[in-house]
């Protein structure tokens, strides 16, 4: 059973940085299709970033340019890196794992078997 637990979200002002962590077993961190989604109250949950167990990186058109994924093995640990936020980066930010990578991982979380509690962003005015 895989395991996500997720850390670093928080209350920032727009412009600010946070950083995401998603630590995981080292098994998990190496060898899966590690992804960041999020939900805002109302909304469905939309694909944020995505990493496959190569290195490909897939980002949604709205973080492109603001946002980085990336993974540290020695770490056991996922990174969400969001700078120059938004108000409308505001929601719940979840964590998740799938075996393989889907054909388009952001598109839908349907791909997507393991995720963690979530951790809450806020971005305020």
């Known amino acids: 059973q895989v395991q996500l637990v997720e850390s670093g979200g928080g209350s920032v002002q727009a412009g600010g940085s946070l950083r995401l962590s998603c630590t995981a077993s080292a098994y998990t961190v190496s060898t899966y299709c590690l992804a960041w989604f999020r939900q805002a109250p109302g909304k469905e949950r939309e694909g944020v970033a995505s990493i496959s167990m190569y290195g490909n990186i897939n980002y949604a058109d709205s973080v492109q340019g603001r946002f980085t994924i990336s993974r540290d093995r020695a770490k056991n640990t996922l990174y969400l890196q969001m700078d120059s936020l938004k108000l409308e980066d505001t929601a719940m930010y979840y964590c998740?794992?799938?075996?393989?990578?889907?054909?388009?991982?952001?598109?839908?979380?349907?791909?997507?078997?393991?995720w963690g509690q979530g951790t809450q962003v806020t971005v305020s005015s």
């Open positions: 998740a794992a799938a075996r393989f990578c889907p054909v388009l991982p952001l598109k839908t979380d349907a791909g997507f078997g393991s």
